[in-house]
């Protein structure tokens, strides 16, 4: 069994390079490669689609419902009205 800063790591390596916009599946003939075993990486793989699933359902709940603003125009006064109102004062 890995050791959880084993996963941890690998785990780090994935987000950082999908949040990149590198495909999962190169990541893990990469991760082949460099001698990380098959297991470790499987488990790194489920553990952050099941962070990244947990992260969705969090922004779809957190996400505000669409609302409409009412513009107000100002009401345009006249050049008649506003010496009126100079007076006023």
């Known amino acids: 069994m890995e050791s959880k800063s084993y996963i941890e790591e690998i785990k780090r390596y994935l987000n950082r390079n ?5 495909h999962l599946e190169d990541l893990k003939i990469q991760l082949r490669r460099n001698g990380y075993s098959q297991s470790a990486i499987s488990r790194a793989v489920q553990e952050i689609e099941k962070e990244r699933n947990a992260k969705k359902i969090e922004i779809k709940e957190e996400t505000p419902k669409e609302e409409t603003i009412k513009f107000v125009e100002p009401k345009k006064s006249g050049f008649f009205t506003k010496i009126r109102n100079l007076f006023k004062s």
């Not at 999908?18 to 590198?22: C, F, I, N, R």
């Open 18 to 22: 999908l949040d990149k916009g590198y």
